[in-house]
């Protein structure tokens, strides 16, 4: 998440009055070095963090398109008694200050979406500096920068599947300004506003490519605005690509209303009905067989001892 330089200024006050600090540099194997600094009370948490690989976010600069690695990220934990933690909304769990490479994260926080994991977390928040510096500071889109930064942490799971079918059945469309205005809501629209994101994101680099993103801010780090970089790269308007988004959903839309209708439920609930009865009367004639072949050979036994008893 962007940050103006207010936050910032609270968050150095906070480690300048907030007791002895731990400034240490995490051992990174990839090209992004992470600097983590932590009260006494969240070392152990940042211990974790000094432990993740960061070989991982090479993919992140990858699909970035960064180039600039040199400055290392500083990654600062934040405890909920902080005067930090009390001004920002609660169910932020970290923010980043791309122009400061500063991350700020609330470890109690995480565990709700989309703050899945502490790793998850950091890649977040780092991708969105990584993004900044692929655009050389240009303005990206709050929708565009949140999903891509999402897109490029982690897999489109099952759990964001069901999140974005859920918000696709209970909800209407969004343009891309209605889309951009959730982000400054509550925490039920912020939330909408992340799955809708990430989903239209991966939409357009599947549609486009993996490296559509970073020509996009290629093109922005060149002084252009996202607007003609997206043009440029993919040949449509960001409305264009909106409504393409909307229309391949409306079809998923229309077939998952269609199962959820009560007469699709009904047939299937038959179907499953009659499915029952042929397996029940399929091992019945089983166990029938089984019944026969048992008395046969029991008759066969019984006949040969009749035999042999008549020979004696």
């Known amino acids: 998440m962007t940050l103006t330089r207010r936050w910032f200024l609270v968050v150095i006050a906070f480690l300048a009055t907030g007791g002895v600090q731990t ?12 600097v983590v600094d932590a009260p006494d009370e969240l070392e152990s948490i940042a211990s974790q963090v000094r432990g993740f690989d960061t070989a991982r976010l090479v993919s992140v600069m990858r699909l970035t398109g960064t180039q600039r690695s040199e400055v290392p990220i500083r990654v600062v934990l934040v405890p909920e008694r902080s005067a ?3 001004d920002t909304p609660e169910w932020v769990a970290g923010f980043a ?15 709700a979406y989309p703050y899945g994991s502490l790793e998850e977390v950091v890649y977040h928040e780092v991708a969105h500096i990584l993004i ?24 489109w799971g099952l759990w964001d599947r069901s999140r974005f079918t859920w918000e696709l059945l209970i909800r209407g469309t969004l343009t891309a300004t209605q889309l951009e205005t959730l982000f400054g809501q509550g925490r039920r629209e912020v939330t909408r506003a992340y799955v809708v ?10 549609r486009h490519g993996p490296l559509t993103a970073a020509r996009i801010l290629r093109q922005m780090g060149n002084g ?20 393409l988004f909307w229309a391949h959903q409306a079809v998923w839309k229309r077939w998952i209303t269609l199962a959820g209708h009560p007469f699709t439920l009904w047939i299937f609930a038959t179907f499953l009905a009659l499915v029952a009865i042929w397996r029940h009367r399929c091992r019945r004639f089983r166990r029938r067989q089984q019944w026969e ?11 040969e001892h009749r035999r042999r008893h008549q020979v004696h």
Do not use: C, K, M
């Not at 200050?97 to 565990?111: E, H, N, Q, T, W």
């Not at 252009?224 to 409504?243: D, K, M, N, Q, W």
């Not at 072949?293 to 006949?303: G, K, L, N, T, Y």
């Open 84 to 86: 930090t933690a009390r």
């Open 197 to 206: 994101s990430e989903a239209l994101v991966r939409n357009i680099l599947q």
């Open 224 to 243: 252009i605005s996202f607007e003609a970089a997206l043009y440029a790269t993919t040949g449509l308007t960001v409305s264009h690509h909106v409504r």
């Open 97 to 111: 200050d791309s122009a400061s490479d500063l991350v700020v994260l609330f470890p109690s926080r995480i565990g």
């Open 23 to 34: 400034l240490v540099h995490a051992q990174s194997p990839g090209p992004i070095e992470l």
């Open 132 to 155: 900044r510096r692929a655009a050389d500071g240009t303005r990206v889109p709050r929708w565009f920068n949140e999903g891509l930064a999402s897109a490029s942490e982690r897999n």
């Open 293 to 303: 072949i048992e008395e046969r050979a029991e008759d066969q036994a019984w006949d």
